[in-house]
C-alpha cells in the first residue's frame, strides 16, 4: 500500500442526479478515513434559497470558495462570499447556500467523516424563502 491516493476530480463520480450543476463526494473514491470531502459545482440561480436548510448534530463544516461568489444563509446571517473565502460552520448553525449568479460557483466542502452521513443531519422547512 503506497500510503496515498491520487485523483482528478472528474475521476470522482457525481452524485448530484438530477439537481443542477455537479457534486463529488470525494472520500469513497479516496478511501480517506477521517475527512470528509466534497468539491461541487453550483451553476447560476441554483442552491437552497426558495427550499429547506439543515444542521448537523455532529459535523462541524468549512466551505472554501474556489470561484465565483456564494451567497450564504447560516441562521438569521445571509452575506455574500467571493472567491478565497473560507467559513466555518459549527453543527448546531443552520444553513443553506444560493448562486446568484452570473457565473459558476465551484466550492470545497471539508468536515468530519462520520459512518451514515444522513443521519447526522436535520432538514429544516421553509429555511430560506424565494
Known amino acids: 500500500m503506497a500510503g496515498y491516493t491520487i485523483k482528478k476530480v472528474e475521476e470522482i463520480p457525481d452524485v448530484s442526479g438530477d ?5 463529488r463526494l470525494a472520500s469513497p473514491a479516496l478511501e480517506n478515513e477521517q475527512v470528509a470531502f466534497t468539491w ?24 472554501c470558495v474556489v470561484e465565483g461568489t456564494l451567497q450564504f444563509k447560516l441562521d438569521d446571517d445571509v452575506f455574500d462570499a467571493g ?29 468530519p467523516k462520520v459512518e451514515d452521513m444522513m443521519a447526522d443531519v436535520e432538514k429544516v422547512p421553509d429555511f430560506w424563502p424565494a
Open 83 to 111: 472567491s478565497g473565502t473560507v467559513v466555518r460552520i459549527a453543527p448546531a448553525v443552520v444553513r443553506s447556500v444560493w448562486n446568484d449568479g452570473p457565473e459558476d460557483v465551484t466550492l470545497i466542502m471539508v468536515s
Open 19 to 23: 439537481y443542477p450543476g455537479e457534486m
Open 40 to 63: 461541487r459545482r453550483m451553476p447560476a440561480q441554483t442552491g437552497g434559497k426558495g427550499s429547506y436548510g439543515h444542521y448537523h448534530k455532529t459535523q462541524e463544516e468549512i466551505y
